[in-house]
């Protein structure tokens, strides 16, 4: 892992930052399900949602580059829930993105814990260097912020795998819900400080 340097995500990386995320993620069944499809499309669809997300509600974003490349992206976010009373108001035609996101969006916040916390996510590793150890260099980065803070971290995945390598870093399922018949977990981390 000499070859991979990481880095905090500046202004002029957040584009290429998205770009890597949404290549990361394209294939994710719930990004399927609401993008309904993992073309090109889909995939620009996804980076400018995260593109916005970057630019909107940054946080700290974690780089790791090989060479001057981005190859994998974290961001952590200090958060503190609210209370979502209800879903989108009307019901829109199934094939409108804008309101399978707002679905999908409000479920999330459902199970997000309402004290203060870590938000853990986006973070995505192309899947070129995916099994290289750059997701686990991600991982005890922000286990290391998250600890120095004495704080709780949560994330929500919908990939069978995810869940197994986040428990490796002391997460636990706290509750399941399913989005478009994709089964998607909520986990959280206790304090290890």
């Not at 490349?69 to 108001?89: H, L, Q, Y």
């Not at 590793?125 to 995916?130: E, G, K, M, R």
Request: charged letters at 25%.
């Amino acid at each position: 892992m000499c070859n991979f340097q990481m880095s905090f995500m500046e202004k002029n990386d957040i584009q290429e930052s998205a770009r890597v995320l949404s290549v990361a993620m394209l294939n994710n069944p719930l990004h399927v399900a609401v993008f309904q499809g993992n073309g090109e499309n889909e995939r620009i669809e996804i980076e400018k949602m995260f593109s916005n997300l970057l630019i909107e509600l940054p946080g700290i974003v974690f780089l790791v580059k090989e060479k001057q490349n981005i190859i994998g992206v974290m961001r952590m976010k200090s958060w503190e829930g609210s209370k979502v009373t209800d879903g989108p108001k009307e019901s829109k035609d199934e094939n409108d993105i804008g309101w399978r996101k707002s679905i999908w969006h409000t479920e999330w916040a459902r199970h997000e814990p309402l004290s203060q916390h870590w938000h853990l996510g986006p973070i995505g590793v192309l899947p070129s260097h995916q099994g290289s150890g750059i997701g686990s260099m991600l991982m005890k980065r922000f286990c290391r912020e998250v600890d120095a803070c004495f704080a709780k971290a949560y994330l929500e995945t919908d990939l069978d795998k995810n869940v197994r390598f986040y428990e490796k870093f002391g997460f636990k399922v706290v509750s399941e819900s399913e989005i478009f018949d994709v089964k998607n977990r909520y986990m959280v981390r206790d304090s290890r400080a």
